[in-house]
């Protein structure tokens, strides 16, 4: 049982937008910076957004991050085919002193 | 721009212990802001953090692993190493290493390590 609660699968047609959610609470994300990770099949997982929000270099404006309380969201839009994969949320939990992810949503493009 | 590989026995009997090496290049790792960390994937499962080191010496574990993990860092050898001892067929994982300042931004590719005897 994962800390961040995250939907096991979401789907859309290419060229659409999806959403995957992150749930949290007042230890962890309402407190915290949350970041997102695309892991493509096979290999290892990338950070796509970090600080709620922001994009490292090289990640396209087709991917956004939002929170607010104790959810976050990563919000992808102009789905492509390479999209699919694995996303995991995380962020630092203060009453375990841990670094914390969600079990993972599968994205799945139609 | 920084680079990191794992590197260790891919099988380990249960009862004994694990031992991974992380090597960190593009970069050092004496006078960096980063934390190392070390994450695990156990087949077809997420994601689980191990714990992180700081080149000062400053650790954090994962509390469900913590009585079994040894992290250090061997700024000599721009190293971090895990350590897990009294493995079990749960401890079977890809164990990845990874660069953390707000997030994980960099990831080794990962070594695939099997319980089994």
């Known amino acids: 049982q994962s800390v961040l609660t995250q939907p096991p699968s979401v789907s859309a047609a290419p060229g659409q937008r999806v959403t995957i959610s992150c749930s949290g609470s007042?230890?962890?994300?309402?407190?915290?910076?949350v970041c997102w990770y695309q892991q493509l099949p096979g290999t290892a997982p990338k950070l796509l957004i970090y600080e709620n929000n922001k994009r490292p270099s090289g990640i396209p404006d087709r991917f956004s991050g939002s929170k607010s309380g104790t959810s976050a969201t990563l919000g992808i839009t102009g789905l492509q085919t390479g999209d699919e994969a694995d996303y995991y949320c995380?962020?630092?939990?203060?009453?375990?002193?841990?670094?914390?992810f969600g079990g993972g949503t599968t994205l799945t493009v139609l | 721009q920084l680079q990191l590989q794992e590197s260790g026995p891919g099988l380990v009997k249960p009862s004994e212990t694990l031992s991974l090496t992380c090597t960190v290049s593009g970069g050092s790792i004496s006078g960096s802001s980063y934390y190392w960390g070390w994450i695990r994937q156990p087949p077809g499962k997420g994601l689980e953090w191990i714990g992180s080191i700081h080149y000062s010496g400053s650790t954090h574990h994962n509390p469900s692993l913590k009585s079994r993990v040894t992290i250090s860092v061997d700024t000599s050898k721009n190293q971090i190493s895990l350590k897990l001892n009294s493995v079990t067929a749960a401890d079977t994982a890809v164990y990845y290493c990874?660069?953390?300042?707000?997030?994980?931004?960099?990831w080794g590719q990962g070594t695939m390590v099997t319980v089994s005897s």
């Open positions: 007042s230890s962890n994300i309402d407190n915290k910076y």
């Open positions: 990874g660069a953390y300042l707000f997030a994980f931004d960099v």
């Open positions: 995380g962020t630092w939990d203060s009453s375990l002193s841990a670094v914390v």
